[in-house]
C-alpha cells in the first residue's frame, strides 16, 4: 500500500469519527491502568461491568492494596484468568505506592516494570493517558494491519514498529483507537464486513466479501 492510500485511510477515519478512544470506563490513569491489565483475554464489557462495581470501593492504589488478592477477587472472578490478574493488581499497586508515590508513570520502561504489564499495555496508557503517539498492536490491530496491506509484519512488534513509520503524523496519536475500532466492528477475523467498509477501494485484501 502506498503512502497515499494510507493517508486517505486515516483521512476517512477521522472525518467518520473525529474523537476516538478507549471503549473501556475509567476516570484516572489508574483505573485505566487496572481496567487494560483486566482486559487481557477478556471482552471490554466484562470488564467495565466488573470495574464499574471495583471502583465505587477502591479505585486508586492504595484502597486496592488494601482490598488484597482475597478481596479484590470478588468484583474481578468474572473476568478470565481471574487469579493471576488478581495478584497481578495488588503487586502494581504496591509498587506504585513504594516507587510512585501511587501516581502512574508516564515513562515506558517505568511502566513495563509494573507485574503484569507488557510493552502493549504500556503502550495503551502512554497514548490514552497521557496522550502519546504510540501504538499498542492487539489482535484486531494485528489482523487490520496485514489484511488491508496497510502495514504487514510477521509479528506484533515488527508490525507496531512499521505503523511508527507509515502512519502520517497528525494521525498517530488517534490511529490505536481507529485500528481497533475497525477490526472489531468492521474487519472482523471471521467474516470481515468488506461490503460496509469505508475502505474498501483501498484496501489490498484479496478475499474480499460482497
Not at 33 to 46: E, G, H, P, R, Y
Not at 49 to 70: D, H, M, S
Not at 138 to 152: E, K
Not at 162 to 175: C, G, M, N, Q
Request: charged share 20%; glycine share 4%; aromatic share 6%.
Amino acid at each position: 500500500m502506498n503512502a497515499q492510500k494510507r493517508r486517505e485511510m486515516f483521512l476517512r477515519w477521522q472525518a467518520d469519527n473525529p474523537k476516538p478512544t478507549t471503549e473501556l470506563h475509567y476516570t484516572s490513569p489508574f483505573e485505566l491502568l487496572i481496567a487494560v491489565m483486566l482486559s487481557a483475554q477478556a471482552t471490554d464489557k466484562s470488564v467495565n461491568l466488573a470495574t464499574a462495581k471495583l471502583f465505587k470501593v477502591a479505585n486508586t492504589p492504595a484502597q486496592i492494596a488494601a482490598l488484597g488478592e482475597a478481596g479484590i477477587i470478588p468484583y474481578i472472578q468474572t473476568i478470565g484468568l481471574f487469579r493471576s490478574k488478581a495478584k497481578h493488581v495488588i503487586a502494581t499497586c504496591e509498587l506504585l505506592l513504594r516507587q510512585h508515590t501511587g501516581e502512574v508513570p508516564a515513562e515506558r520502561a517505568a511502566l513495563e516494570a509494573l507485574p503484569g504489564v507488557g510493552r502493549k499495555t504500556a503502550n495503551v496508557i502512554l497514548n490514552t493517558a497521557f496522550g502519546q503517539p504510540t501504538i499498542a498492536v492487539d489482535t484486531h490491530i494485528f489482523r487490520v494491519s496485514n489484511r488491508t496491506g496497510l502495514a504487514p509484519g510477521k509479528t506484533v512488534l515488527a508490525v507496531e514498529q512499521k505503523l511508527l513509520k507509515v502512519v502520517p503524523a497528525e494521525f498517530k496519536v488517534d490511529a490505536h483507537h481507529w485500528l481497533i475500532l475497525h477490526g472489531r466492528y468492521v474487519c472482523q477475523a471471521r467474516k470481515p464486513r468488506c461490503a460496509e467498509c469505508m475502505m474498501q477501494d483501498l484496501c489490498d485484501y484479496r478475499f474480499k466479501t460482497s
